[in-house]
């Protein structure tokens, strides 16, 4: 018999969650099919040269969202790698590349949310193509998968018992967070003190990641103790250079940009601090529960979703800079008290990537 193969279409190839996502799939499982991957961009992102060391086929072809050429220049591109499977990651503007596949004569096309909620600014032509393109997706995919229910309620709150829908939660390999690592020369590293408390953050310069709401609290705790430090993990965060320098905390923060040691700057920190406005499922705060951090997150369906219900008091709005500040005075006053090993054990069996993954590898490969 032979091997199926899977075309993804993803929305770049920056390190982001469905760009991490399926990075880490493709390298965690010994897959059966032959992956093809098209990315809706000409630019090579942080993550190229980590998808080329894995041999997979990459396209960049920007799809665009009225453009008739380039509608063409994809469904021939469709028709050249003949896939038996499209899966697009790019939630409801996955509607023409599936309409595009259906036209194609691809019998299995599959969208997967990996997003909360809309993540654009709204306009009258991005409202109706957004609209119109949701309205492809229910039409024309026969898998429609969502990494946490809170999407499916946002994008489909009337989808009744469909069995198209499934959620698929991520897989995380909990192992290199699990590992020891020399804390002391990791802050000797970025010049941040050994007693200092380091109230850490992972994840892009982005709107969504809500930055603004990190700065106005760090300025509030380092105001009144200066031997708090917070790092800022990610791409373009070392953006934030003038505003913490206007802010006055430039001694006290570390902005770090783009880093592959993810799990390693994690266990610098002695707590994390996540205030996202919007999730799909983030990986990033499950990677610090791994880590074996206390946290303070946002009080957001997607995060409240994967988060254990006794550990909702650690959730606070997340603009609600007052609150996120006296939740992670309320940490630091009581640091020795935390015990952090069940959560881990925990979240290292929900987030199993041999579980989640394999789940994914199902709806890919099954009728």
């Known amino acids: 018999m032979s091997t199926k193969k899977v075309c993804f279409i993803i929305p770049s190839l920056d390190p982001g969650g469905i760009e991490t996502y399926l990075l880490r799939f493709l390298r965690f499982k010994d897959y059966s ?14 993550l190229f040269e980590s998808y080329s060391k894995l041999g997979v086929t990459i396209h960049f072809m920007p799809l665009g969202y009225a453009n008739p050429k380039q509608a063409y220049r994809y469904f021939s591109l469709l028709k050249k790698i003949s896939p038996d499977v499209v899966c697009d990651f790019n939630a409801n503007f996955a509607g023409l590349s599936l309409l595009l596949s259906s036209y194609a004569g691809i ?12 993540h654009f600014t709204p306009s009258f032509f991005r409202n109706n193509y957004n609209e119109w393109s949701r309205k492809m997706v229910n039409k024309y995919a026969t898998r429609i998968l969502a990494n946490s229910e809170a999407a499916f309620n946002f994008f489909f709150p009337h989808r009744g018992d469909d069995a198209r829908f499934k959620v698929i939660y991520n897989g995380v390999d909990a192992e290199q967070y699990l590992a020891d690592a020399d804390r002391k020369a990791l802050r000797e590293g970025f010049n941040i003190p050994q007693d200092a408390f380091v109230v850490g953050h992972s994840g892009r310069l982005d709107p969504a990641k809500n930055h603004p709401a990190i700065l106005k609290a760090a300025q509030k705790l380092i105001s009144n103790d200066p031997n708090i430090y917070f790092v800022f993990c990610g791409l373009n965060t070392e953006k934030l250079a003038d505003e913490v320098r206007s802010m006055g905390i430039e001694n006290n923060v570390r902005l770090l940009g783009f880093r592959k040691d993810v799990p390693d700057i994690l266990k610098t920190y002695d707590m994390y601090y996540f205030p996202s406005i919007t999730e799909g499922q983030p990986n990033a705060l499950i990677e610090a529960i791994l880590s074996g951090l206390p946290f303070v997150a946002s009080d957001i369906k997607p995060i409240q979703e994967i988060v254990p219900k006794h550990l909702h008091n650690n959730l606070v709005a997340p603009t609600d800079v007052e609150e996120a500040v006296k939740a992670i005075n309320t940490i630091k006053t009581n640091y020795d008290s935390y015990d952090t090993l069940a959560d881990r054990e925990w979240a290292k069996d929900f987030f199993s990537p041999a579980v989640r993954f394999g789940d994914f590898e ?3 490969t099954t009728n």
Do not use: D, H, S
């Open 33 to 46: 099919f032959e992956p093809v991957i098209i990315v809706r961009t000409n630019r090579r992102g942080e």
């Open 107 to 118: 019998k299995k096309r599959i969208a997967f949310y990996r997003q909360g909620k809309n």
């Open 362 to 364: 199902t709806c890919l």
